[in-house]
């Protein structure tokens, strides 16, 4: 099992649609979750980072659910420009090393 | 406040030969993070330092990859000799608390090797 999973996508979705990413992890010792958003040929940006159960900006809502050991994202009313790959990523905390997801692609269409 | 500068953006270099890559990350950021993205995938982790001092290096591939962070800001990374299979993007990061690690990177350098 990888360290970090998430759904592959890429995902299709109108204007305006709700859509959500999952993402599981592997160390229940993980401390620290993140949410970024990287654009073709760009550089990964951060979007939100989840310490609790959950954080929430503007259309953007991640929650944490350790239970289970997933993270979720959730874009409501959908915009063009945020079609992107949204990657996840977790640390352990403690200055260990953050490992990311493959990353799940965003279609955003009109 | 600038962000993380790296150079170069582009290289293209052949099969065992040496590129060295270059990062200077946020001011006061004590953390400082050398990534390879390889299309479609995720960044993977090479090197990790705190200030001049390595925290993970675990994935880095020790024969051919090098790296160091002298005085405790700049960063250097060096392949020696390139093979077919580093070709990909190079990804400097920095934060400033390494407990919380929220990660602030730069634009990459793409490094074609043919």
């Known amino acids: 099992r990888k360290e970090v999973e998430q759904d592959p996508g890429p995902f299709n979705v109108p204007e305006g649609a709700t859509v959500a990413f999952n993402c599981t992890y592997s160390n229940s010792a993980s401390q620290s979750f993140f949410w970024y958003r990287q654009d073709c040929r760009k550089e990964p940006k951060l979007l939100m980072s989840v310490y609790s159960s959950g954080n929430e900006d503007g259309r953007f809502t991640a929650q944490l659910n350790r239970a289970s050991q997933y993270i979720s994202l959730l874009i409501r009313d959908s915009k063009l420009s945020d079609s992107a790959t949204y990657l996840c990523?977790?640390?352990?905390?403690?200055?260990?090393?953050?490992?990311f997801g493959a990353g799940t692609r965003l279609f955003v269409k009109a | 406040e600038a962000g993380v500068a790296q150079s170069p953006r582009y290289k293209i270099i052949e099969k065992r030969q040496s590129v060295a890559f270059w990062c200077n990350p946020i001011s006061g950021h004590a953390t400082l993070y050398w990534y390879q993205q390889i299309l479609g995938q995720g960044p993977k982790l090479l090197i990790q330092?705190?200030?001049?001092?390595?925290?993970?290096d675990s994935q880095l591939p020790k024969d051919r990859f090098s790296a160091e962070r002298l005085k405790g800001v700049d960063s250097t990374l060096k392949i020696q000799p390139a093979k077919l299979e580093d070709s990909a993007v190079y990804l400097c990061?920095?934060?400033?608390?390494?407990?919380?690690?929220?990660?602030?990177f730069g634009p990459g350098t793409r490094l074609t090797v043919l």
């Open positions: 330092f705190q200030n001049n001092g390595v925290v993970d």
């Open positions: 990061a920095s934060s400033a608390d390494s407990r919380y690690n929220e990660q602030f």
């Open positions: 990523a977790v640390n352990e905390g403690g200055g260990f090393k953050t490992i």
